[in-house]
């Protein structure tokens, strides 16, 4: 069983940044595939970024591209995703999700990962 926690989110202007953070338990996390995910209002949820097991290959939605970034540090159980230059259209809650066994070209299908964070939001105005 893995638990996950988001923390990070919050009220920013166009412009600016954030850092989530994913704290997960379990001494198994190194072995796990990690997503974040974010829903915006009336949309589904969409995959934003994720990083294999060990801080292997990422994966990033073609729109947040050069500025977000997804780091891990399995030390600390701990996934980030460095959020910059964010834009209206980034407000949304953001989830983390963790998954075993995720081929590569899956890492962004909700249905592979088995664990969810509760969220947290984030909110660019203009």
């Known amino acids: 069983q893995v638990q996950l926690v988001e923390s990070g989110g919050g009220m920013v202007q166009a412009g600016g940044s954030l850092r989530l953070s994913c704290a997960a338990s379990g001494s198994s996390f190194r072995t796990y595939s990690v997503a974040w995910f974010r829903q915006a209002p009336g949309k589904d949820r969409e995959f934003v970024s994720a990083i294999k097991r060990y801080g292997g290959a990422t994966s990033y939605l073609d729109t947040v591209k050069g500025r977000f970034t997804v780091s891990r540090d399995n030390g600390k159980n701990t996934v980030y995703l460095q959020m910059n230059s964010l834009k209206s259209e980034d407000t949304a809650v953001y989830y983390c999700?963790?998954?075993?066994?995720?081929?590569?070209?899956?890492?962004?299908?909700?249905?592979?990962?088995?664990?969810w964070g509760q969220g947290t939001q984030v909110t660019v105005s203009s």
């Open positions: 999700a963790a998954g075993a066994g995720i081929i590569t070209s899956s890492l962004s299908n909700a249905r592979a990962y088995d664990y």
